[in-house]
Structure formats: C-alpha cells, structure tokens
C-alpha cells in the first residue's frame, strides 16, 4: 500500500521545535511524494470516518486537522501535512512531515468503537538531516468535530 500524508503528529514535533530561531533560514523541501488517492481501498462507508476535521490535543495545546476522505491533510502549525497508511479495525497509523522546522515522524491511533475519539503516540524518523533521530516522541489525544460526506459537512455523531 503507496503511503499516504499525515500530518497531526507533525504539529506535536512543531510543538517541541519552538526552541528554533525565528530567523533561521528556511530548510529544504522535504522529500515526501504526493498522495496518490485511488491506491487506498476504504469502502464508501468508511470514508466519512476520516473525513473532515479533528482536534489534535496535547499538552493543553489544541491544533485542528483538516482531513479528506483518505485520511490525508495538513494543519497550520509548522506548515504541517499528514498522511494515512494504515486504517483498519479501529487502528489508525500514518505519517507526518512539518516543513517549517524540516521534521518527519509516524504515529499510531486507537480509535473509539464509534470512531469518534482515539488515543495516539508519535516518534520521529527524521530531525532535518538525522535520519535516525534519538529524540522521544509522545502521546496525544484526537477528536472528530465535523465529518465530511460526498463534500459536505455534517455533524459528528457524539
């Protein structure tokens, strides 16, 4: 299965990264290829599971997801992006890239029974040019705010 983008870990790894200067030069473009989404086979049903937006929370700090139907997107902190590679029997797992402060990483979720809430850890794979960064990761929490079906938003059920 092609990986796909995911990046709500990025904006926990964003998070750690707030050390950086502001005035450091912008790091190269990571290398992440586009999400190719006709490769990920989720029955029509479970699309609207990943569809929409999320809140991303940890540490008191609350980052909104924008997901489409393939569980990938991005989120403003760090000019992060997400993807989705795995998502099956309530486990959710992917990978996230941030390009303002040159990080990867992956994750892993736990999802509700209804879908609606899950508990995750992040790691990093790469911190600018280490590739095989000893830096810890975390733990977070996800939450479903609005679903998206056939392009239009709908109420997550609670």
Same mark, same amino acid.
């Given at each position: 299965m092609k990986q796909y983008r995911w990046s709500f870990l990025a904006v926990v790894l964003g998070l750690l990264s707030l050390q950086a200067?502001?005035? +450091?030069? =912008?790091?190269?473009?990571?290398?992440?290829?586009?999400?190719?989404?006709?490769?990920?086979?989720l029955h029509r049903g479970e699309h609207a599971v990943l569809a929409g937006e999320w809140e991303y929370e940890e540490g008191g700090m609350v980052v909104p997801l924008r997901l489409d139907r393939f569980g990938n997107?991005?989120?403003?902190?760090?000019?992060? =992006?997400? =993807?989705? $590679?795995?998502?099956?029997?309530?486990?959710?797992?992917?990978?996230?890239?941030? =390009?303002?402060? $040159?990080?990867?990483?992956?994750?892993?979720?736990?999802?509700s029974p209804d879908y609606s809430e899950g508990e995750g850890r992040?790691?990093?794979?790469?911190?600018?040019?280490?590739? +095989?960064?000893?830096?810890a990761g975390g733990r977070f929490h996800v939450m479903k705010v609005q679903s998206i079906v056939d392009n239009q938003p709908w109420p997550a059920a609670h």
């Amino acid at each position: 299965m092609k990986q796909y983008r995911w990046s709500f870990l990025a904006v926990v790894l964003g998070l750690l990264s707030l050390q950086a200067c502001s005035h +450091a030069p =912008r790091p190269q473009e990571t290398a992440w290829s586009e999400p190719v989404t006709d490769e990920i086979s989720l029955h029509r049903g479970e699309h609207a599971v990943l569809a929409g937006e999320w809140e991303y929370e940890e540490g008191g700090m609350v980052v909104p997801l924008r997901l489409d139907r393939f569980g990938n997107g991005s989120y403003d902190f760090k000019d992060g =992006r997400f =993807r989705t $590679d795995l998502f099956a029997d309530h486990r959710w797992a992917g990978g996230w890239a941030q =390009r303002e402060n $040159d990080r990867e990483g992956g994750f892993e979720i736990t999802l509700s029974p209804d879908y609606s809430e899950g508990e995750g850890r992040w790691w990093y794979t790469r911190i600018e040019g280490d590739r +095989a960064p000893t830096k810890a990761g975390g733990r977070f929490h996800v939450m479903k705010v609005q679903s998206i079906v056939d392009n239009q938003p709908w109420p997550a059920a609670h």
